[in-house]
Nanobody
């Protein structure tokens, strides 16, 4: 069984930074794609970024490109999301997700992911 546990959320002022972490356990992820999604108040869940666990190829939603960076530490089995120049519209619950035996890295639909974390709240004040 795979477990994903997010941490690092909090309250930050607009223009500030946060780094989210997602600790993964329970299996190896060599053929997986890991992703970050978010759900803003009153909105549907949306794709943020994804990364191939092996090789590190990344893909971003246009709304975060240039501000957010997804990365992973293979040795620690941990996924990260560095968020810079945060805006009030980035306020959301952020979730990490994993898709096993994935092809490519452009996997933006939540239903394609097999495993999910519990989410961490990010609030950006203006």
């Amino acid at each position: 069984q795979v477990q994903l546990v997010e941490s690092g959320g909090g309250l930050v002022q607009a223009g500030g930074s946060l780094r989210l972490s997602c600790a993964a356990s329970g299996r190896t992820f060599s053929s997986s794609v890991m992703g970050w999604f978010r759900q803003r108040p009153g909105k549907e869940r949306e794709f943020v970024a994804s990364i191939r666990w092996s090789g590190g190829t990344t893909y971003y939603a246009d709304s975060v490109k240039g501000r957010f960076t997804i990365s992973r530490d293979n040795a620690r089995n941990t996924l990260y999301l560095q968020m810079n120049n945060l805006k009030p519209e980035d306020t959301a619950v952020y979730y990490c997700a994993a898709k096993s035996r994935a092809l490519g890295v452009v996997i933006t639909t939540g239903t394609e992911y097999n495993y999910w974390g519990q989410g961490t709240q990010v609030t950006v004040s203006s």
